[in-house]
């Protein structure tokens, strides 16, 4: 005969009224306690007492523990902690600053989710993959709430910022050279083979067969994958929900390792490992045509009218290329599918590509943008803002650096033109004043 036991229990945490509980142990071992019968109280002055404690103390009887966050565990199994109440430890989180309106978390209204790559990391629905016969592992459900990370990430988020109105959703695909006229922009998975349930990766309108294959950087996928489609439409959903605006802002990964032999259009051996996306450049191609030719080969062809939207998914029936067009465009009806955003990023921080010249004033790349911006434009309708996203380095002109002592303001024709709404700079501006070392204080 085997006898087990479980217990109902509760355990006093603090003072009230906290934000969340975060991280659990149990027996000082991490403990997920999702799968259990679980109710956190957060020590509100109107909360209610616990239907648990009523049915054994009478619902006259049972306190309310007002003012106390506890937590309250029902018949929680005690197998495999010695047929004892294990010895518990809460991470308990509470805003320090709730009532003053200029405290930091008050003050954040805007936030940029990434790092815009995991297959399924966007995806509200848990998604498993399958380690051998009858076993699984989750992909996207490493937490306590027995949610999706990203469902939990955002409840945690909204309420440590109470004020946030407003998401940069970060989405990336891969790019494959430094040299415009041979780079490729893709989507991309962390592996070849991986069976998923209760679905299969799918982005950029192919499956994981038919997808980029991340590099190993010891050993290891140096980047996650790109974001299925369905786990993009999935985020934009529950972004939404929360009453938060989207700017959807589709980002290039450049996946070049170490020991790639690509030539270097900077003049080095090969080129460098996982190097920035401003760094794509028409190398000494500039202020000649064979720029112009460059950069048309990395924008490509692709319309709006090779897409369409077909049983809940983008479908792409243009020119076989893998080109920052696809890309850019594919994104574009992706938000569509999703209900649309707010904003729409056309790219951002490629410096080396904007400045790229034709002639001695000619920019060829901003010129390709612009014609971009008004297709865009035509695919998300008048409501959704329009800008690229510039370094801050290149928003306000170009000096090339070359003696001339030229300054152009090369993106102002972008910047003026009706399909584009805004001046987007990525400013990467510090949060306080603190320098090395303590001589400043």
């Known amino acids: 005969t085997e006898y087990l036991y479980s217990m109902s229990f509760a355990v006093g945490l603090c003072e009230g009224e906290i934000d969340r509980v975060g991280r659990v142990w149990a027996d000082g071992k991490p403990f997920d306690f999702s799968p259990h019968n679980v109710r956190i109280y957060k020590g509100a002055e109107d909360q209610l007492p616990d239907a648990a404690v009523e049915a054994i103390e009478g619902a006259d009887a049972a306190p309310a523990f007002r003012g106390l966050a506890y937590i309250v565990f029902e018949d929680l199994p005690l197998k495999d902690f010695g047929n004892r ?174 020991g790639n032999g690509l030539p270097d259009p900077y003049g080095g051996g090969e080129q460098a ?53 696809r890309f850019i465009l594919h994104n574009a009806f992706l938000c569509v599918l999703a209900g649309g955003v707010e904003r729409f990023l056309i790219g951002s921080e490629l410096r080396g590509l904007t400045t790229a010249r034709s002639s001695a004033n000619e920019f060829p790349f901003v010129e390709a943008l612009i014609a971009l911006a008004v297709d865009v434009r035509a695919v998300l309708g008048e409501e959704t803002k329009i800008s690229y996203g510039a370094d801050w380095s290149e928003y306000f002109g170009h000096q090339p650096g070359d003696g001339s002592g030229d300054v152009y ?21 510090p949060l306080a004043d603190w320098r090395d070392g303590f001589a400043h204080l």
């Open 85 to 258: 109440i294990p010895q518990l430890s809460f991470e308990v989180e509470k805003s320090l600053r709730r009532e003053d309106e200029d405290a930091l978390e008050n003050a954040l209204t805007a936030i940029t989710l990434i790092p815009g790559s995991g297959e399924f990391a966007l995806g509200t629905t848990k998604v498993f993959r399958e380690t051998g016969e009858g076993a699984s592992v989750s992909e996207n459900a490493h937490n306590n709430d027995g949610a999706a990370d990203i469902v939990s990430s955002l409840d945690a988020l909204t309420s440590a910022a109470p004020n946030l109105a407003a998401v940069s959703l970060v989405v990336s695909w891969f790019g494959t050279d430094l040299r415009a006229g041979a780079c490729a922009i893709k989507p991309g998975v962390e592996v070849s083979e991986k069976e998923t349930d209760p679905y299969e990766w799918r982005a950029g309108g192919v499956a994981r067969e038919g997808a980029h294959v991340v590099s190993l950087n010891d050993g290891e996928p140096a980047y996650g994958g790109t974001p299925s489609d369905k786990s993009v439409v999935e985020a934009i959903a529950a972004l939404k929900a929360r009453g938060l605006e989207v700017m959807f802002h589709p980002f290039i990964l450049m996946d070049v390792p170490a």
């Open 273 to 325: 490992a996982y190097p920035w996306r401003g760094r794509i450049t028409v190398g000494e191609n500039d202020k000649t045509a064979a720029a112009a030719s460059d950069i048309a080969s990395l924008f490509g062809t692709a319309a709006p009218s090779d897409f369409s939207i077909s049983g809940g998914e983008v479908v792409y029936s243009g020119p076989d290329e893998w080109s920052f067009r």
């Open 409 to 429: 303001f090369h993106l102002d024709p972008f910047w003026a033109n009706s399909a584009v709404d805004f001046i987007g700079v990525d400013n990467y501006t």
